[in-house]
């Protein structure tokens, strides 16, 4: 099956320094890409779509110039938290899907700890 | 604009007993449906989903779903849980097959030996 992997898996940064996810696809081509936020014992919250080459549609109420999404080829998509807060602290989640495909694959997760 | 309802935040039932989590969406066509799974420290695995067709659905592990169009339904059914079904459980929703999912707040399923 597609596998989509993230890194890094836990990191944890000082308050007012930049954060960089890694989501990659590792065996198909990811044609969109989309970046999910987990709070604890809550629900998934969609943050952006990522398509390949173009720039990222955010859903309201994301901060797209605190979280900057990349797109840069068909197998990865960087999420970059910067000047990070304690409020940034969560679990993200990716998942990728190639055109027309049946479903969307999600990454492990990365969970970021802001001290 | 699209929405997904999990009735219950915690469900508690009998290892061996059977299994119901309720989801109710709102859409005005027929939605791409998802439930998917989430063990603790896991990611997300995809335990079965409807696009058109047969309105039951059989998934993974056992498990499987009804598509109700009059009731506005998808809920996940198993006969008999294991210890190890115990997780947190997303009902999903989508316009089309590759297109952004909204999820539901999540039920998180508790089994008592």
């Known amino acids: 099956g597609a596998v989509v992997s993230q890194h890094p898996s836990r990191v944890i940064c000082k308050s007012g320094t930049s954060v960089k996810i890694e989501c990659r696809s590792l065996?198909?081509?990811?044609?969109?890409m989309f970046w999910y936020r987990q709070f604890p014992k809550k629900s998934l919250m969609l943050m952006a779509t990522?398509?390949?080459?173009?720039?990222?549609?955010?859903e309201q109420g994301v901060e797209k110039d605190k979280f900057l999404i990349n797109h840069a080829s068909l197998t990865l998509s960087t999420l970059t938290v910067t000047s990070a807060h304690p409020e940034d602290s969560s679990f993200y989640i990716c998942?990728?899907?190639?055109?027309?495909?049946?479903?969307?694959?999600f990454g492990p997760g990365t969970r970021l700890t802001v001290l | 604009a699209q929405s997904v309802t999990q009735p219950d935040i915690h469900i508690t039932v009998s290892e061996g007993a059977s299994l119901e989590l309720r989801c109710n969406y709102s859409?005005?066509?027929?939605?791409?449906l998802f439930w998917y799974v989430q063990s603790p420290g896991q990611g997300l695995q995809l335990l079965l989903k409807?696009?058109?067709?047969?309105?039951l659905v059989q998934g993974i592990k056992g498990f499987e779903a009804e598509f109700k169009r009059s009731q506005s339904s998808f809920n996940l059914r198993k006969p008999s849980v294991h210890w190890s079904d115990a997780a947190e459980y997303f009902c999903?929703?989508?316009?089309?097959?590759?297109?952004?999912?909204?999820f539901g707040k999540g039920t998180r399923l508790h089994i008592l030996p």
């Open positions: 998942s990728a899907t190639a055109h027309q495909a049946y479903e969307q694959f």
């Open positions: 859409y005005g066509a027929t939605p791409y």
């Open positions: 999903a929703v989508a316009m089309n097959r590759d297109d952004k999912i909204i």
């Open positions: 990522s398509n390949e080459g173009s720039k990222a549609t955010y």
């Open positions: 409807y696009f058109s067709g047969d309105t």
């Open positions: 065996d198909f081509q990811a044609t969109t």
